[in-house]
């Protein structure tokens, strides 16, 4: 509030139409707003202590209390009002926001209910609180920070078992079968998704065009065979924070041992896009000016391919910067003119498009890891995929 230099932020909502900020300030045990809730933050002054307070019928959590009784003030807008005039603030915060869904909870008849009961003298004070929505969604607390690690451990622990023998049997599971052992293993964990996981394969047939597939088509379902590099784009979602994760997986041939050189080799290619795009991580610069900066070093070093990476968080799209999308690497107004700020959480998430002869073809190395963005560096939750993981995985008792 301090940054953005609204000293009085209002967010309100009514009963299962949940603003996507109030969302954020409800008690985990709730699971809606109750009726109309009315959350006040006020700062007397910069940097000052935010006091807090709920135009509610209860309580909301510990950190709101309530500030309306019914019994002597029937009228929730007019206590609301006269919360308002009593603090008397320079600049009121509401969410309504060109850029971001996120910032533009309050719905049209609730504005136009505040506007038409505030008094004329704080109207022009009514300013969009979009920055200030973005930034208290965006910025992760060391609390979560020790959590992220946890919940990206859960969502690799996931991948590794269902890219692995005791799910996939060559020349018998297909590709939406992994996806329903990914849901029900979700279930069974007692976590949640915040999409469904989507399972695709690459191999050497001419026929195969994945490399050029648009991701605005889901991927056809597959009979998994040796030889196949597999892919898988899965997210979870646990004490309210999610996760966005792509990795790569190859099923043994007869005879192989190992995944093959040239595959490890492609895939180094997505690791060294990543280092590029993170190396562009500064503080200050905007998603636009990160993503100009990141193409024009790999164009440099001659790899092909497209990053779109995007903000992690309370949402699996969250609020900050936007840094490429799929099917735009130029310019994105609005969330990508947002400047990259320190304690922020992202999913790198991007593809190299590497030719690889032994297939006489494109591969297209797609991958996507939870990284933390401290003010300095990047540090990826629980690290990154540097090698493919092989179906079955070697066994050395067998003699590998």
Known sequence: ???????????????????????????????????????????????????????????????????????????????????????????????????????????????????????EAHKSKVVSAQTLAVRWLETRTSAEMAAYKHIQELAHYIIAEGLSDRVITPGVTTTEDVVWFYREKIVEMKLDTWFHPTVDIQRPDPASAEASRSFAVRPDEQVIMPGDLLHIDFGIKYLRLNTDTQELAYVLKAGETEVPKYLQDALAVGNRLQDILTSNYVSGRTGNEILAAARKQMESEGIKGSIYTHPLGYYGHSAGPTIGMWDNQGINPGSGDFPLHANTGYAIELNAVVFVKEWNKDVRVMLEEGAFFDGEKVTYYNGRQKSILAIPRVSNYLGY
């Open 1 to 119: 509030m301090t940054e953005t230099g609204i000293d009085m932020w209002i967010v309100m909502s009514r009963e299962y139409n949940e603003d996507p900020v109030i969302r954020t300030l409800l008690p985990a045990t709730w699971h809606a707003a109750r009726r109309r809730t009315i959350l006040v933050m006020y700062q007397p002054m910069p940097n000052s202590k935010v006091e807090t307070y709920a135009v509610a019928r209860y309580d909301v959590g510990k950190s709101f209390k309530r500030a309306w009784d019914p019994e002597a003030q029937p009228d929730q807008w007019k206590a609301l009002m006269e919360l308002i005039s009593s603090k008397n603030p320079k600049k009121i915060g509401l969410n309504f926001a060109k850029d971001y869904g996120h910032a533009d909870g309050l719905t049209h008849f609730e504005h136009d209910e505040f506007v038409a009961n505030l008094p």
